[in-house]
C-alpha cells in the first residue's frame, strides 16, 4: 500500500500545523496590526495558531530590572499555560528571552524545577519547544503556498531591522540565530534587499520612555542611515522596535516602517490591510500604491 504523502491535489501539504501562541503585551496592543497580520499569513500556509489562555505579561519591561522574585513568577506562569507537545511559538524578540531564559533556568536547576511544580500544581515539560516566529520558516516551504513568488513584492526597496534583542543575551548564546531570515524569505518574494549596516541597532527599547531624547537620536539615525542607503522603507522583526522608530524619528519625512508579518501576508494575497495600516504613524499606502502592490 503507497503511504500517503501528505499533500492535496494541487501538492500543498495538508497537514495542518499546530502551535500555541503567545502574543504578550506589545502585540496585543501597541504593535495590534503586527498581530493580525501574522495571523492572516499563518492561516495562510496552513498553521494554527491558539493563543495561550489567560497570559499574563512576560516582565520583559521592567519586573526584570525592578523586582526579581516577580520577574521570575511571571515566565514561569506562562510556561505553566502551555499545553504538552505543543510548540510554543512567540513573536516578540523581548518576550521569547524571557520566557526561553526562565524555561532553561528551570530546565537545569532541581530546586528552580521543584518551585514552578509547587506553584502552579503541574510537573515541568522537559521538552517544551519555545520558538520564535522565525522558526515557521524552517518548518515550511513559502513555494508550496504561493504560484510565482519571486513576483509578489515587486522590487520594492527594503532595508531589515532587526534590532537587538535576537542577538541573544549571554545564556541563549547556543540557541538558534536567525540573522537573515528577514532578508531570504523577502527576497523570495521578489523584494530588494539593501543593506545598511544598522540592522542589530538598539533602538532605545523602554529607554523610548525614561529617556525619549536618547531614543530619538539612535532611532533617528538607524532611519536615516536606511534612507541614504536607497531604502523605501523599513521592515522590523519586532513590534516595539516598530513603535519606537514610528514616535522617535525626528526626520521631517521618514520612510514607513513595515511589520514583517505585513509584507509576508500582501505576498500571500491578504486582502485586510486597511485593518492594518491605519494603526500606522507614518503612513505606507502611498509606497505600497506606488509599487503597485496596494489598487485601492
Partial sequence: MKKSSGRNKNNRPSERLKFSFFPGCSLKASGHENTLSLLRFCDSVNIELKELE?????????????????????????????????????????????????????KKDKTLKQEYENLWGKPFDEDLEIIHFFEIFNRIRLEDYIDHPEEKLKKIK??????????????????????????????????????????????GTYLSVAKPQLAQKVVT??????????????????SMCHLN?????????????????ELLS??????????????????PVPLLKKRGLLTS
Fill in 54 to 106: 489567560d497570559w499574563n505579561c512576560c516582565g520583559s519591561s521592567s519586573a526584570h530590572s525592578i523586582d526579581h522574585n516577580v520577574a521570575k513568577k511571571l515566565p514561569m506562569r506562562n510556561i505553566s499555560l502551555a499545553p504538552k507537545g505543543v510548540p510554543l511559538l512567540i513573536a516578540c524578540p523581548s518576550c521569547l528571552i524571557r520566557m526561553k531564559s526562565m524555561y532553561l533556568k528551570i
Fill in 158 to 203: 527594503v532595508a531589515p531591522y532587526y534590532g537587538c534583542m535576537l542577538s541573544m543575551p549571554p545564556d541563549l548564546r547556543f540557541e538558534k540565530n536567525y540573522s537573515g531570515i528577514m532578508e531570504k524569505t523577502l527576497t523570495k518574494l521578489g523584494a530588494d534587499i539593501i543593506p545598511f549596516g544598522y540592522e542589530n541597532m538598539c533602538c
Fill in 221 to 238: 539615525q538607524i532611519i536615516s542611515k536606511a534612507m541614504e542607503a536607497g531604502a523605501e522603507c523599513l521592515v522590523t522583526a519586532c
Fill in 245 to 261: 522608530l514610528e514616535i522617535r524619528c525626528a526626520l521631517e519625512n521618514p520612510i514607513p516602517v513595515l511589520h514583517f508579518s
Fill in 266 to 283: 500582501m505576498a500571500l494575497g491578504a486582502e485586510d490591510q486597511k485593518k492594518w495600516f491605519p494603526r500606522h504613524i507614518v503612513d
